[in-house]
């Protein structure tokens, strides 16, 4: 990556010429691409694409001085608003670079690790610069799933955040634990000091003291920068185990990876797995990487694996794609020795999510990504047919979805929009967003002790709430609802106050008190102050 890529023009863009030694952008340039002039000072500027640069640019000659190129701190527990590095630390992937106005020593740099701050951008030599990091306050953590969260300490999590490592907290602070971009973790059942972490492109980590330390790697890492083997695994591996046999681990690329010591060896690309099973026994195909994986709780051979038409192609250039559609839902009854086809009518999506029944692992619900479409499913026979369960739901990308553990008939879905709640098992699902954030793009569901749900987020940080207790939130606050008989007619009338994403009410009438059928609908007004709505029953035919 030797190009030039910075021009200078000094006749108002009539001509313009090419400065040496320039290249900043690297092999992401239209993700991480950007410059800033140092007020006053024409031949002098910031570069900054994954890495950072001071350019001082003589005639067409330019000199090139690395700055904030220091590792973020690794394994030490960090409060809110800490220093993450030394000194020397800038996150890398830079989008933009400004100076304060007026002032041209201090300059802000916003990354994929937040904010950084400098306040002697002129110091000479250039290299003793110095930075600040500017996070404090900030709840932009992009969580990936799967979330790690133990079930006996509410205060022990483990994530991996995207372009910030896999980070554990301990009750006070947060330390980073695996670098690159964090991926799934997940605890062994029944036996929490053992856990497997990862990172991005199928690297997987092994820690025997609940977190505290992954000194093991168990499975190789392919995304050498800028392009390795990544394309036979997706960005984020999925990982998964079953309670039905704890020793037994899953890892899904375009095989399924199997282990049989705890998590201890899986193999490589270069052999078989460690059970034996050739790297050639593809989940559907070569380059259709896993994107999700659902397991049985009483039976570990027993998987429900979606896999991905796209992945990145290695063998010519960055920018070009592998497509073998359509994404597919495989299952595999026999830990990974052979899969079939289980997507059925299934609309042509996206399918990000399962969860299997505890009881029943015919009984599987999954979430589909993409519009237009009803975004979560139920088969009870393995996927022979499936069956919306959408009522309710918003047209946008689900992203996860929970069992409750203690009622299995309450259901938890995070999608692009919050989180809904279903009481019966799917059939309505209603919202339950209270205290989020405007748009909280939901990426996982767990529960954590002390009854709580939580939901992990890609760009908020984490949201804790209660698990839901049974009462169904309406959208609107009912005022009063009152009848009376007058002759022919029974007259109807309600108020209302702060409707808030209404669609109508229905009223329904009952000549049994069992039965009922709907005999008016009006649209809601969805009005914040108190309004009103009426109806005349004609119930002179009734008689």
Not at 93 to 99: G, L
Not at 161 to 186: C, E, H, K, S, Y
Not at 242 to 249: G, K, V, Y
Request: with cysteine.
């Amino acid at each position: 990556f030797t190009e030039n890529e910075v021009f200078r023009s000094t006749d108002f863009g009539a001509n313009w010429s090419a400065i040496t030694n320039s290249n900043h952008a690297a092999f992401q340039a239209w993700f991480a691409h950007c410059m800033a002039i140092y007020p006053g000072v024409s031949n002098k500027l910031y570069i900054a694409g994954v890495d950072r640069y001071v350019l001082t640019i003589s005639g067409t000659t330019g000199t090139r001085t690395g700055v904030g190129n220091a590792g973020a701190t690794m394994s030490t527990y960090l409060t809110p608003g800490a220093q993450e590095g030394s000194t020397s630390y800038v996150h890398d992937d830079v989008h933009d670079i400004q100076f304060l106005p007026g002032s041209s020593t201090t300059a802000y740099f916003a990354t994929d690790g937040g904010v950084f701050r400098t306040t002697n951008a002129g110091v000479a030599p250039i290299t003793n610069m110095t930075f600040a990091t500017c996070n404090g306050g900030l709840q932009v953590q992009q969580f990936y799933p799967t979330v790690a969260q133990s079930q006996t300490n509410a205060n022990l999590i483990m994530g991996g955040l995207q372009d910030n490592n896999v980070v554990r907290f301990n009750g006070t602070g947060w330390a980073r634990i695996i670098g690159g971009d964090g991926g799934p973790m997940m605890f062994k059942p029944g036996d929490e000091t053992l856990v497997l972490g990862s990172r991005d492109t199928r690297a997987v980590y092994q820690s025997t003291n609940s977190g505290a330390s992954f000194p093991t790697q168990v499975l190789d890492y392919l995304g050498t920068v800028p392009v390795g083997n990544d394309d036979r695994t997706s960005f984020m591996s999925p990982i998964a185990v079953s309670a039905a046999n704890p020793n037994r681990w899953y890892v899904g690329s375009d095989n399924l990876h199997v282990s049989t010591l705890t998590g201890t060896t899986f193999g490589t690309f270069s052999n078989n797995n460690a059970s034996g099973i050739p790297l050639t026994n593809y989940i559907e195909a070569r380059n259709k990487t896993a994107l999700a994986m659902g397991i049985s709780n009483t039976n570990a051979n027993k998987l429900y694996i979606s896999v991905s038409p796209f992945a990145q192609n290695v063998t010519t250039s960055t920018e070009a794609v592998y497509y073998n559609p359509p994404a597919n839902i495989r299952r595999t009854t026999n830990g990974g020795t052979s899969f079939s086809t289980v997507t059925g009518t299934l609309p042509d999506r996206l399918y990000t999510d399962f969860a299997v029944s505890p009881t029943n692992d015919d009984s599987v619900f999954v979430t589909l990504g993409g519009f237009g479409t009803t975004h979560i499913y139920v088969t009870g026979n393995g996927g022979t047919s499936w069956t919306p369960r959408g009522s309710g739901l918003p047209d946008v990308p689900f992203n996860t979805i929970l069992i409750d553990p203690v009622n299995p008939q309450i259901l938890y879905a995070g999608c692009d929009f919050g989180v809904y709640v279903s009481p019966d098992r799917g059939a309505n699902w209603y919202d339950y967003n209270n205290g989020l954030w405007d748009a909280t793009y939901v990426i996982d569901l767990v529960t954590a002790p002390g009854n709580k749900i939580r939901a992990f987020t890609h760009g908020k940080g984490i949201f804790e709430a209660d698990r839901w207790d049974g009462i169904v939130t309406l959208p609107v606050t009912l005022r009063s609802f009152k009848g009376e008989q007058k002759g022919s007619y029974n007259e109807l009338n309600w108020s209302v106050e702060q409707e808030i994403n209404m669609d109508r009410y229905e009223l329904q009438r009952s000549t049994d008190g069992q039965n009922f059928s709907v005999v008016y609908s009006v649209p809601s007004k969805n009005n914040w102050n108190p309004g009103s709505y009426g109806y005349k029953d004609n119930i002179s035919l009734l008689n």
